[in-house]
């Protein structure tokens, strides 16, 4: 048989309904407004290491230049204009993909670092970290910059070394030199291994022996440092030189089929980003220039080589009709045989140049091809259309098929000697204006500002990062914490009813400091400091509840325990003591929990004499009750520490102590230990009216809860229900639970426009006038929402 009165039954529920219950948008943005403080920082932090790296990278410069590339471009006229160079070529397809790669060949990017000497890398060493970056927000205009504490190893800015020459023995080609500055424009040279190679003057030459066939020979055109700066040096191979480059060098078509190319260098140095940019385009149009004008002086030299062959047989067919008009004298042409000729004459012709184009085609096409069969179907046809004419000129008299012969030699070999010398004289030309098939258009210039690090972009980066990882850690913390995010589901699990869901209140965060300090205050009770803050407003539904609940009983006694301790259960039980108080009723605070109680500091009282001096007999019931007029309330501290509080609890007359008090109270607060970590709530539930589990949001289970539920059973209490205290915002029944007074209302003002969007999240302006206070966790009872 139960000693208390029994729970409200609760209504059937469906727990595969609440079980399946979605995540809602709006439980997914008051997660991350309760989380606020976590994104925030995560924001800094990210936002912080990027502006650090902003502030020590190496600067990144890029140069470019633009190049046109001519796709119709066409140096070389054809020796014949006939059908045999009209079908389409390689030279009229776009060039601009073969170009990119003709770009970043060996045979331009050496040519390259030959001229302008980049296998040469000279640096001065930087002092470690942030030696660069203040070198480089030194103005090079004020001269060297002073050595921070006479650190004069390290560059500070402002320092000059221009590298005339700098030859090294093969075997430490890659090897880093190191050159040393000194008084009056000298130098010293060190090796790999620090050994000293020698000492010289800016514009001199210097060698040092190594051992080597080849010793290490040095000339500085330009040196301006402090006495005792250091240079890192570094004779890199042809090969890893046109490989960095390469690395650093982009070739991209500007947009599709325009044939602009756009070339890019990049690098830590403008003013060589330039220079090199413009010697990879100079010298690759020169090369365009020199091949094509190459391959006119080719085709020149083959066509002069064939003139005079092609003259000859001209000579020798024109000597040839003349002899035989001599000897036969003047020879009439009838019509039909003048005929006969000139078809003969063209058939010919074109038969040769339908050769010339069969040649050409078998350099780049397989004799299978579609075209070289065509080609060579059409020599078929015109040969046998040239066989035809043949045999109708053999019809016709002796002495016209001699003159018709002749007659069309010669007509022959003077096309073809006037097409050869149209054709020289074209090449001729070609070859002396030749430009080339690409231009410049722009000329890279020196670039004034970095490319890289790029600060817009970075912060944009960087601000969307420090979100998304603030969000995760408020996700992954939200999903570590131990408890159940739906209490109509633990309602259900536990068999208990939920009386009250306490939101967090900061201002109950500032009174818990000010006790942990121990600092001279009025007593800590939030319904005495701020009536109406929202924690406040829901103790005051728990007080009707409970008015409600235990209306029949003459004297009400209400035991306040929790699973474990932490749990807020302090605070229930003085702030809910308040408020009975404030409804005129007589209320009596127990603080039962003679191990670790803290009551006493919340009201600024003593702890002893208290209720284990009672209970032991060592003072009498008057003497350990203190009255608190500015709360309301009475109240009976811990008393002295005891190894044994429940032994004084079943032997001191606890029943008869609290009968006593009944007579008296309207209400008697005990504030109980945790029933996990000790019996004595057992024993307190025995004498209670109602008992109440406080839970922690975020720091429970269903589980705890059920296991507390059990142990009260088997001492034969049934708990009426439980309270969950330190709701945050985030928390799925916090809009519901924190209703409360807005203090802009109160002051009879009116609220801002955005005052209903912040409801909307479940935000309330009752809190928002508190400053906001960072405290480590607690476990102190005394400390709830």
Do not use: C
């Not at 990144?60 to 140096?75: E, V």
């Not at 030299?301 to 005079?308: D, G, I, M, N, Y």
């Not at 007589?586 to 001096?613: C, W, Y």
């Amino acid at each position: 048989m139960y000693s208390q009165n029994e729970p409200p039954a609760l209504p059937p529920l469906n727990p595969a309904k609440i079980l399946e219950q979605d995540v809602s948008i709006r439980d997914i943005i008051d997660l991350l407004l309760e989380g606020k403080k976590i994104i925030f920082s995560a924001l800094g932090a990210v936002l912080l290491v990027t502006v650090v790296y902003l502030l020590l990278a190496p600067r990144t410069y890029k140069a470019d230049a633009l190049l046109r590339i001519d796709k119709n471009k066409a140096l070389l006229a054809a020796p014949l204009h006939s059908e045999a160079n009209q079908s389409p070529t390689e030279a009229d397809s776009p060039r601009a993909q073969r170009e990119v790669e003709i770009l970043r060949s060996r045979s331009v990017l050496g040519k390259v670092v030959d001229d302008l000497d980049l296998v040469v890398e000279a640096s001065p060493d930087y002092f470690p970290v942030i030696g660069e970056t203040l070198a480089r927000r030194h103005d090079a205009h004020d001269g060297l910059a002073t050595p921070w504490l006479g650190l004069s190893r390290w560059a500070w800015g402002g320092e000059k070394l221009k590298v005339a020459s700098f030859e090294v023995p093969d075997r430490y080609l890659d090897k880093e030199f190191t050159l040393v500055a000194l008084e009056a424009g000298r130098f010293r040279l060190l090796g790999p291994k620090d050994e000293n190679l020698g000492e010289g003057r800016v514009g001199e030459t210097v060698t040092g022996d190594m051992g080597e066939k080849v010793p290490v020979a040095i000339k500085i055109d330009e040196l301006a440092a402090n006495p005792g700066t250091h240079f890192g040096l570094v004779r890199k191979t042809s090969l890893a030189a046109i490989e960095t480059l390469q690395k650093a060098f982009s070739v991209k078509e500007v947009s599709k089929d325009t044939d602009i190319l756009s070339v890019e260098l990049k690098g830590r140095d403008p003013e060589q980003l330039a220079k090199s940019v413009n010697d990879i385009a100079t010298i690759y149009v020169n090369a365009t220039v020199s091949w094509e004008s190459a391959e006119a002086g080719q085709k020149l030299s083959f066509l002069e080589s064939q003139l005079p062959i092609v003259k000859e047989r001209l000579e020798k067919a024109e000597q040839g009709l003349s002899a035989y008009r001599q000897k036969h004298g003047a020879v009439d042409i009838s019509a039909e045989a003048e005929i006969l000729m000139k078809q003969a004459s063209e058939m010919e012709t074109l038969g040769i140049q339908l050769k010339q184009k069969y040649d050409e085609q078998s350099q780049r096409l397989e004799s299978a091809h579609p075209d070289m069969v065509a080609t060579n179907a059409q020599i078929r046809r015109v040969n046998n259309k040239l066989a035809t004419l043949e045999k109708r000129i053999r019809d016709l008299p002796r002495t016209e098929q001699s003159v018709v012969s002749l007659s069309r030699d010669v007509q022959v070999n003077t096309e073809l000697y006037t097409s050869l010398l149209n054709s020289a004289q074209e090449q001729r030309i070609a070859a002396a204006g030749s430009l080339g098939n690409s231009r410049i258009v722009d000329f890279a210039v020196t670039p004034e500002k970095p490319y890289w690090p790029n600060p817009s972009l970075l912060l944009a980066i960087a601000s969307l990062l420090g979100l998304s990882l603030g969000s995760a850690l408020v996700f992954l913390r939200h999903s570590l914490q131990r408890h159940d995010n739906y209490p109509a589901l633990l309602e259900y699990q536990v068999g208990l009813p939920l009386f009250a869901a306490i939101p967090h209140s900061k201002k109950q965060r500032r009174l818990a400091k000010l006790v942990d300090q121990g600092k001279d205050r009025e007593p800590g009770i939030l319904v005495s400091q701020d009536p109406l803050d929202i924690s406040v407003e829901s103790l005051r539904g728990l007080r009707t509840t409970l008015e409600t609940t235990l209306a029949h009983h003459e004297s009400k006694v209400i035991m306040v325990s929790s699973p474990a301790p932490g749990m807020g259960k302090s605070f229930v039980s003085t702030n809910l003591a308040a408020l009975l108080a404030s409804i005129k009723k007589r209320v009596l605070v127990i603080d039962a929990d003679m191990r670790n109680g803290r009551l006493h500091e919340t009201f600024s009282v003593a702890k002893e004499p208290g209720l284990s001096d009672f209970l032991a007999g060592k003072v009498s019931l008057g003497e350990v009750i203190i009255s608190l007029p500015e709360v309301g309330v009475d109240f009976i501290p811990r008393g002295s520490m005891r190894l044994d509080p429940a032994e004084l609890l079943v032997l001191g007359n606890l029943a008869e102590t609290l009968g006593q008090l009944k007579s008296f109270y309207n209400h008697i607060v005990i504030d109980s230990p945790p029933i996990l970590g000790a019996t004595d709530a057992a024993i307190l539930g025995k004498h209670a009216d109602a008992t109440f589990l406080v839970v922690k949001e975020g720091r429970y289970t269903a589980q705890e809860l059920e296991v507390s539920f059990r142990r009260f059973q088997q001492a034969g209490i049934k708990p009426n229900g439980f309270i969950i205290n330190d709701m945050k915002e985030g928390s799925s029944y916090y809009p519901y639970y924190g209703y409360a007074y807005n203090r802009r209302e109160k002051d009879g003002k009116s609220g801002a426009p955005w005052a209903a969007m912040g409801d909307w999240f479940g935000k309330r302006d009752g809190n928002a006038y508190l400053p906001p206070i960072e405290l480590a966790e607690t476990t102190d009872d005394s400390v709830g929402a």
